[in-house]
């Protein structure tokens, strides 16, 4: 049985295999095309945090492939709390065909997944936002065709986002630069994983982003603080004042660059207001492109 708990759950291979379905769905989607490719199938959601593109790409990529899908809140299910990973994951995992998780912990993404008789998707976690990672590479596929030697610039936190987006550009052979102030780049474990896994792969640190963006394909952002992290706020304002994603940064790149973000975004800190409206940005298109990589997803591990 398949699980996507992280991008290294896939092959390159595979990876590319996805992303290739995902086009073909979109295409498909665009001519009004709607395949009832998971007719009666079921898709069971389990969030302990809110969520917009997330529930909402999952829950309408489901019902345009003739499935359903049953939300549960932390409220709803109480995952943990009323009951430990392993039961929750050993019973709701009877019911439906595949789960995705949006969690605090990778640990519980883990423990659901050795537990469960049905394909879990991780559909957020402390460490990893694999469902990201895989929409942004096919948004970066329709941009520009062929991806591998391009280089991505993650302007910001080394966050779950940028760990998960690190992986999939190895895979693909595009370079990863992380421009980010020390104590809040990737750490020697990460950096080891990543070679270990990609050994083709190209991983660089680059505190400065004037230098970081030089050469840049794409400039990625994310919040500076994420869910969870409200305590760090003020710190982390000071901390990262200087890698906002401006019109002055945005000049340093080559004129073809685009600007990505994974959203929600706070205009007049990680990026402006002129840079996520202008003809550089791809953040729509970006956030829209979820639907269709995540029905290639879906599609994969219940067909698997």
């Given at each position: 049985m398949q699980h996507f708990r992280t991008l290294l759950d896939v092959t390159p291979d595979q990876l590319r295999q996805l992303l290739e379905e995902a086009a073909r769905l979109k295409v498909g989607w665009q001519r009004g095309e709607r395949p009832a490719l998971l007719a009666r199938r079921v898709l069971g959601l389990v969030f302990e945090k809110p969520s917009l593109r997330t529930r909402v790409s999952f829950e309408a990529a489901m019902a345009q492939l003739g499935g359903?899908?049953?939300f549960l809140s932390e409220?709803?299910?109480g995952m943990g709390r009323r009951e430990p990973v392993p039961d929750f994951a050993r019973v709701l995992s009877q019911y439906v065909d595949v789960v995705a998780?949006?969690?605090?912990s990778q640990?519980?993404?883990e423990e659901f997944a050795a537990c469960s008789s049905c394909p879990v998707i991780n559909a957020l976690s402390d460490l990893d936002h694999p469902c990201q990672a895989l929409g942004d590479l096919m948004t970066m596929q329709e941009q520009f065709?062929?991806?591998?030697g391009r280089t991505l610039?993650?302007?910001g936190d080394g966050n779950n986002v940028a760990r998960s987006l690190a992986l999939g550009c190895g895979m693909l052979g595009v370079r990863f630069i992380l421009s980010a102030p020390e104590g809040y780049r990737f750490d020697a474990a990460f950096e080891k994983l990543f070679h270990t896994s990609c050994p083709q792969g190209e991983l660089l640190q680059e505190g400065d982003p004037v230098r970081a963006v030089a050469k840049a394909d794409v400039l990625y952002t994310d919040v500076w603080t994420s869910m969870g992290q409200e305590a760090e706020r003020q710190e982390r304002l000071q901390r990262f004042a200087n890698y906002q994603v401006n019109a002055q940064l945005l000049a340093r790149?080559?004129?073809h660059a685009r600007v990505m973000h994974c959203l929600p975004a706070r205009r007049g800190e990680e990026i402006t207001a002129d840079v996520f409206e202008g003809p550089q940005s791809l953040v729509i298109?970006?956030?829209a492109n979820r639907l269709h990589a995540q029905k290639s997803l879906l599609c994969w591990l219940v067909q698997s």
């Open positions: 359903s899908s049953i409220a709803d299910g998780l949006r969690v605090f640990k519980t993404v065709g062929k991806v591998a610039v993650f302007v790149a080559p004129a298109p970006q956030a």
